[in-house]
């Protein structure tokens, strides 16, 4: 769980980086988009759209390790591990953007922003990251960072960097819950208890 969560965000943020050396200076990293580097014919075609695919087998292995997690939480997550692959099948073709590819890419955002507050579990006996106000607040940070693509998608400005924000959060989110799942469960593991000492009777006195 914690290397299948923890390799997801260094295979995706590798992939892109990877791609845009092979891609040359007529990318531009700050307005264009990672589908940019995943669309066919692109030099970096294979790099990127296999880190997608290495993301997704991710997602799916944390889903399936996040027993603590609520179920809805984990199926979410699962989705989206899903949707990365989808994606990576669907590629945006080089000549411009696909429709396929782009609904595919939203609703994997939208189940990877929705995850952590469908995966909280309740008070402060679960593990910190799957308490309410942790997870809601990854929730909202995804959320912003989402209608900030929009903003920048709108004007044409700086959607790569808005896209890059906002998809490195929600690839670590889940290295996060399993490292905090994984200490919540070493802090409860009981230690070894003194035994107590033996009551003496009168008759032994």
Known sequence: MLLSSGSAPVLLIA???VAAAMEGGGYDPVTETISVLAAYGTP????MNGAFLGLG???LLTAWGLR????AGRLALAGGGVAAL???????????????????AVIGFALLALWPVLAATGG?????ALRPAPAFAATAVMAVGGAWFLVEMHRHGAMGVAERAVTAVQSL???VVATSCLLHAAH?????EPRPAPVRSDADR
Do not use: E, I, M
């Open 57 to 59: 087998v991710c997602h």
């Open 86 to 104: 989808v994606v990576a099948a669907l590629p945006a073709p080089s000549s411009g953007g696909s429709l396929r590819h782009g609904a595919v």
């Open 124 to 128: 402060d006996a679960a593990p910190w």
């Open 188 to 192: 409860r593991t009981p230690g070894r």
């Open 15 to 17: 992939g892109w980086a």
């Open 173 to 175: 989110w889940p290295f």
């Open 68 to 71: 603590v997690a609520a179920t």
């Open 44 to 47: 970096g075609y294979w790099v």
